[in-house]
């Protein structure tokens, strides 16, 4: 099968300059689907879920993997799973994602001092936990970020991302505390002085 | 040529160099007692440390062989390997063990090609060119090799790329994503070995990581020749360590991060600092003393974070010296100066050059000026130029001495003592000034550069007369001076210094200097506009000429556009080690 191609012209004719038509185009689909999902016999092909109508509870509408306000996981030892890779705060499209690293002077080695969401400026496209390595970071809580009335306190430090954490089941990282508890120890016969 | 040709020999091991004992630096009074006029120093032409094995492409006089190499025949030197003639066909032989400036070992493997007529296939770092050689470096034996050899090498690696700072610029990762890519098909424990064993000054080993291709340990032996490192035990257990009773504690100790593929030594003080590709690098010349190493200076946002050598064949080869890594800490985003001062006030820069010029101004007056050693040509020219339109007297200072040896390392820490010499004319020694300035015998001195020893007699003299310092940061002479302007510290400038052998080196700006930070040399142009003399030209043009009479291409191609070049981002750069 051969493919069309299709010369799209970027020049701008006099319609599109002129902006008006594309400006009532627009509103003519606003206005198509409001009429469509409001007056409609069967209310169109959209269900409305108004929250917090009494008996609801709109958390169980929402899909499994739903994009909620980002939450830190433990290790067994209620420290913090987040070793500090950057591979959230790099892969972050909008550049949310503050971590300073330190030594944790345990086998783990490297552990986040700071660890700062600006929730204000996330675009929840959920990126930072594929790109997690040790299922640091999640997105699961199934809730909004909360409207606030400073900004400052949308941006969510560690204490706020950890107080929703739980211990992860993950494999990667490591499951206890101490990432190389599972592996065997090292010969002592060959680890010298 | 053919399978019995010798290989490549490798670099004796005699290249020990004993350290002298440090000289004390001269106490403050035998300094002030020097001769009357600063001398410019001698053209010390110091070895930069031998490469054994040449790049591949033949300089004139040069004997030649010819070979093919993945059906491209090339010309490449006699003698060198087919690692570095296949470079000179676009070839990267995937590689560890080799590195151009040590003795090679041939202990990975990993570079392995398939020679014709040769039933084995060689390692291409340790084969000799020969004539009419045939070589593939893509064959599917190669390929096969190179996959299979990977796999061998990752059998114990820890792979904890999330807490390893070599990740980014790891050159496993690099070959392992170019050649294997594999899961892995490991089902026994992979042998475990030391973490995080801090092994000297400078350095912590993680065992684990170590691919024992020998890289640190013929580092030790053949640049500082030291020889504190060394591998233990045998087959699956083999591991790198020091020395019984020893510490990786020699002067030049930090070089074997860079030169180690992996992340097994890592540097403390950049341990965990910031990710290596978030890192921008920008090439240009270390400050801290006369030798003037080529390095990398990567920062991120404004704020400096290592410095790594660059290879320079003329001046320090692959390498550079601990002390020189720490001169980055001067750049320290605290200690900045960002504004102009007069008389302990904050004031726009506009302002502070009106007042400077109105201080300086009146020919009667007797004024000094300071030029340093650790100022660029261009700013040293610039006061020159100021100096003679003032008819003021000249002195050159700079930093005390400090230690030297036999490799990299220059007593004198001043970066460009030769130019600030060379544009002052016949100067006075700093000796002198401090006796001078102590005996009230000016009205003004300009300084600069916030370096100079002050004794407290010369502190108060400074307070009594019109003292201006260009300085980049705080320091105790910017302090004790009325007037202190803002200037670009050496990572926001754009120059050139003269090392210790009389060459040329380049300076080029990292990021856009902060606040009302300038150049020099344009500061002391807009003092001499404000006192109404001509214009004595903007540090690029000045950069500019020097370009021109030196002829250095480097700084021509600087100033020939107008718009500052753009740091790398190592992310999108070659691995390094
Ligand atoms: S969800 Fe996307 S935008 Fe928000 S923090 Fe994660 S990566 Fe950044
Ligand atoms: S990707 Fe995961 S482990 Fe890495 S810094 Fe982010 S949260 Fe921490
Ligand atoms: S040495 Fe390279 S491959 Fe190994 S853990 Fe470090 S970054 Fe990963
Ligand atoms: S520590 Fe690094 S340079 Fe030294 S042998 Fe191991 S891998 Fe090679
Ligand atoms: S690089 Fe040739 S054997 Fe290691």
Redesign the pocket.
Same mark, same amino acid.
């Given at each position: 099968m051969t493919i069309g191609v299709k010369k799209v012209s970027l020049q701008r004719t006099t319609r599109d300059q002129i902006f008006l038509p594309a400006i009532l185009e627009g509103l003519l689909t606003t206005a198509r689907h409001f009429f469509k999902n409001t007056m409609t016999k069967g209310m169109g092909d959209v269900d409305t879920i108004r929250y917090g109508e009494p008996g609801v509870d709109p958390k169980s509408y929402y899909p499994e993997r739903f994009r909620g306000v980002h939450r830190?996981m433990f290790r067994d030892d209620g420290s +913090?799973?987040? +070793? %500090? #890779?950057? #591979? #959230?705060?790099t +892969?972050c499209p909008a550049r949310c994602?503050y971590?300073v690293a330190e030594d944790r002077e345990d086998n783990n080695e490297k552990g986040?001092a700071t660890?700062v969401i600006d929730e204000l400026k996330c675009v929840v496209c959920g990126l930072?936990v594929e %790109? #997690?390595?040790?299922? %640091?970071?999640r997105m699961d809580t199934r809730t909004h970020m909360t409207p606030t009335e400073a900004r400052e306190d949308a941006v969510l430090r560690k204490v706020d991302l950890m107080s929703r954490g739980g211990p992860s089941v993950a494999v990667q990282?490591g499951l206890g505390a101490d990432y190389r508890a599972d592996a065997p120890a090292a010969d002592p016969r060959f680890v010298g002085r | 040529m053919t399978s019995s040709d010798p290989p490549v020999p490798s670099r004796p091991r005699s290249a020990t160099i004993i350290l002298p004992p440090e000289p004390p630096p001269p106490p403050a009074a035998a300094r002030s007692a020097a001769p009357t006029t600063v001398k410019p120093p001698e053209n010390r032409a110091a070895p930069a440390p031998a490469a054994p094995n040449l790049s591949a492409a033949p300089r004139p006089g040069d004997a030649t062989v010819k070979l093919t190499i993945d059906g491209e025949t090339v010309e490449v030197r006699k003698g060198t390997n087919v690692l570095e003639a296949a470079k000179l066909v676009g070839r990267d032989i995937c590689h560890f063990c080799y590195h151009p400036g040590l003795s090679i070992a041939a202990s990975c493997r990993q570079c392995l090609v398939e020679v014709e007529k040769n039933p084995k296939l060689q390692p291409s770092c340790q084969q000799v060119v020969g004539e009419g050689m045939v070589v593939h470096t893509e064959s599917p034996a190669v390929l096969e090799a190179r996959r299979a050899l990977l796999e061998f090498t990752l059998k114990n690696h820890p792979i904890d790329c999330?807490i390893c700072d070599k990740a980014g610029e790891c050159t496993l990762q690099r070959h392992y994503m170019d050649h294997d890519h594999q899961l892995t098909r490991v089902d026994v424990p992979k042998i475990r070995k030391p973490k995080h064993k801090d092994i000297g000054r400078e350095i912590i080993l993680d065992a684990e990581r170590c691919i024992l291709c020998s890289r640190c340990i013929r580092f030790c032996e053949e640049i500082p020749g030291t020889g504190e490192l060394t591998m233990t035990f045998r087959g699956d257990h083999e591991k790198l360590d020091i020395a019984d009773g020893h510490r990786l504690d020699n002067a030049y100790s930090i070089n074997v991060v860079d030169i180690c593929p992996v992340g097994a030594l890592t540097a403390k003080d950049f341990r965990f600092a910031v990710r290596a590709w978030e890192l921008k690098a920008t090439p240009t010349t270390c400050q801290g003393c006369a030798t003037g190493c080529a390095i990398e200076l990567h920062h991120k946002h404004e704020a400096a974070h290592r410095i790594v050598p660059r290879h320079d064949a003329d001046v320090n080869g692959h390498w550079m010296c601990d002390e020189g890594r720490y001169t980055y800490k001067e750049l320290d985003a605290d200690a900045r100066i960002r504004h102009a001062r007069v008389d302990g006030q904050d004031v726009p820069l506009g302002h502070a050059i009106a007042t400077v010029a109105r201080r300086l101004r009146g020919r009667a007056k007797k004024v000094a000026a300071v030029f340093s050693g650790t100022a660029t040509n261009e700013a040293n020219r610039a006061l020159a130029d100021l100096a003679a339109l003032l008819g003021a007297e000249r002195f050159v200072v700079g930093r005390v001495p400090g230690k030297t040896d036999e490799l990299l390392r220059d007593a004198d820490k001043n970066a460009n003592l030769r130019g600030a010499i060379a544009a002052s004319g016949a100067a006075k020694h700093e000796g002198e000034l401090g006796l001078e300035l102590a005996g009230r015998a000016y009205e003004a001195v300009i300084f600069l550069d916030g370096t100079f020893e002050l004794s407290d007699v010369v502190r108060s003299a400074l307070g009594a007369i019109t003292s201006v310092c260009l300085s980049d940061r705080v320091t105790p002479l910017a302090q004790a001076c009325s007037i202190v302007l803002p200037a670009t510290s050496w990572a926001e400038t754009l120059g050139s210094v003269i090392n210790r052998q009389g060459r040329l080196r380049v300076l080029q700006p990292a990021w856009r200097p902060e606040g009302d930070r300038r150049e020099r040399a344009d500061l002391i142009r807009d003092i001499a506009l404000a006192m109404g003399e001509r214009d004595l030209g903007t540090n690029r043009e000045r950069a500019r000429a020097v370009a021109e009479e030196f002829d250095n291409e480097e700084l021509l191609a600087l100033t020939a556009s107008p718009v500052a070049a753009r740091p790398t981002l190592l992310r999108f750069s070659h691995t390094r080690g």
């Amino acid at each position: 099968m051969t493919i069309g191609v299709k010369k799209v012209s970027l020049q701008r004719t006099t319609r599109d300059q002129i902006f008006l038509p594309a400006i009532l185009e627009g509103l003519l689909t606003t206005a198509r689907h409001f009429f469509k999902n409001t007056m409609t016999k069967g209310m169109g092909d959209v269900d409305t879920i108004r929250y917090g109508e009494p008996g609801v509870d709109p958390k169980s509408y929402y899909p499994e993997r739903f994009r909620g306000v980002h939450r830190l996981m433990f290790r067994d030892d209620g420290s +913090v799973r987040c +070793v %500090a #890779c950057m #591979c #959230c705060s790099t +892969v972050c499209p909008a550049r949310c994602i503050y971590i300073v690293a330190e030594d944790r002077e345990d086998n783990n080695e490297k552990g986040p001092a700071t660890f700062v969401i600006d929730e204000l400026k996330c675009v929840v496209c959920g990126l930072c936990v594929e %790109a #997690c390595p040790c299922d %640091a970071i999640r997105m699961d809580t199934r809730t909004h970020m909360t409207p606030t009335e400073a900004r400052e306190d949308a941006v969510l430090r560690k204490v706020d991302l950890m107080s929703r954490g739980g211990p992860s089941v993950a494999v990667q990282g490591g499951l206890g505390a101490d990432y190389r508890a599972d592996a065997p120890a090292a010969d002592p016969r060959f680890v010298g002085r | 040529m053919t399978s019995s040709d010798p290989p490549v020999p490798s670099r004796p091991r005699s290249a020990t160099i004993i350290l002298p004992p440090e000289p004390p630096p001269p106490p403050a009074a035998a300094r002030s007692a020097a001769p009357t006029t600063v001398k410019p120093p001698e053209n010390r032409a110091a070895p930069a440390p031998a490469a054994p094995n040449l790049s591949a492409a033949p300089r004139p006089g040069d004997a030649t062989v010819k070979l093919t190499i993945d059906g491209e025949t090339v010309e490449v030197r006699k003698g060198t390997n087919v690692l570095e003639a296949a470079k000179l066909v676009g070839r990267d032989i995937c590689h560890f063990c080799y590195h151009p400036g040590l003795s090679i070992a041939a202990s990975c493997r990993q570079c392995l090609v398939e020679v014709e007529k040769n039933p084995k296939l060689q390692p291409s770092c340790q084969q000799v060119v020969g004539e009419g050689m045939v070589v593939h470096t893509e064959s599917p034996a190669v390929l096969e090799a190179r996959r299979a050899l990977l796999e061998f090498t990752l059998k114990n690696h820890p792979i904890d790329c999330p807490i390893c700072d070599k990740a980014g610029e790891c050159t496993l990762q690099r070959h392992y994503m170019d050649h294997d890519h594999q899961l892995t098909r490991v089902d026994v424990p992979k042998i475990r070995k030391p973490k995080h064993k801090d092994i000297g000054r400078e350095i912590i080993l993680d065992a684990e990581r170590c691919i024992l291709c020998s890289r640190c340990i013929r580092f030790c032996e053949e640049i500082p020749g030291t020889g504190e490192l060394t591998m233990t035990f045998r087959g699956d257990h083999e591991k790198l360590d020091i020395a019984d009773g020893h510490r990786l504690d020699n002067a030049y100790s930090i070089n074997v991060v860079d030169i180690c593929p992996v992340g097994a030594l890592t540097a403390k003080d950049f341990r965990f600092a910031v990710r290596a590709w978030e890192l921008k690098a920008t090439p240009t010349t270390c400050q801290g003393c006369a030798t003037g190493c080529a390095i990398e200076l990567h920062h991120k946002h404004e704020a400096a974070h290592r410095i790594v050598p660059r290879h320079d064949a003329d001046v320090n080869g692959h390498w550079m010296c601990d002390e020189g890594r720490y001169t980055y800490k001067e750049l320290d985003a605290d200690a900045r100066i960002r504004h102009a001062r007069v008389d302990g006030q904050d004031v726009p820069l506009g302002h502070a050059i009106a007042t400077v010029a109105r201080r300086l101004r009146g020919r009667a007056k007797k004024v000094a000026a300071v030029f340093s050693g650790t100022a660029t040509n261009e700013a040293n020219r610039a006061l020159a130029d100021l100096a003679a339109l003032l008819g003021a007297e000249r002195f050159v200072v700079g930093r005390v001495p400090g230690k030297t040896d036999e490799l990299l390392r220059d007593a004198d820490k001043n970066a460009n003592l030769r130019g600030a010499i060379a544009a002052s004319g016949a100067a006075k020694h700093e000796g002198e000034l401090g006796l001078e300035l102590a005996g009230r015998a000016y009205e003004a001195v300009i300084f600069l550069d916030g370096t100079f020893e002050l004794s407290d007699v010369v502190r108060s003299a400074l307070g009594a007369i019109t003292s201006v310092c260009l300085s980049d940061r705080v320091t105790p002479l910017a302090q004790a001076c009325s007037i202190v302007l803002p200037a670009t510290s050496w990572a926001e400038t754009l120059g050139s210094v003269i090392n210790r052998q009389g060459r040329l080196r380049v300076l080029q700006p990292a990021w856009r200097p902060e606040g009302d930070r300038r150049e020099r040399a344009d500061l002391i142009r807009d003092i001499a506009l404000a006192m109404g003399e001509r214009d004595l030209g903007t540090n690029r043009e000045r950069a500019r000429a020097v370009a021109e009479e030196f002829d250095n291409e480097e700084l021509l191609a600087l100033t020939a556009s107008p718009v500052a070049a753009r740091p790398t981002l190592l992310r999108f750069s070659h691995t390094r080690g």
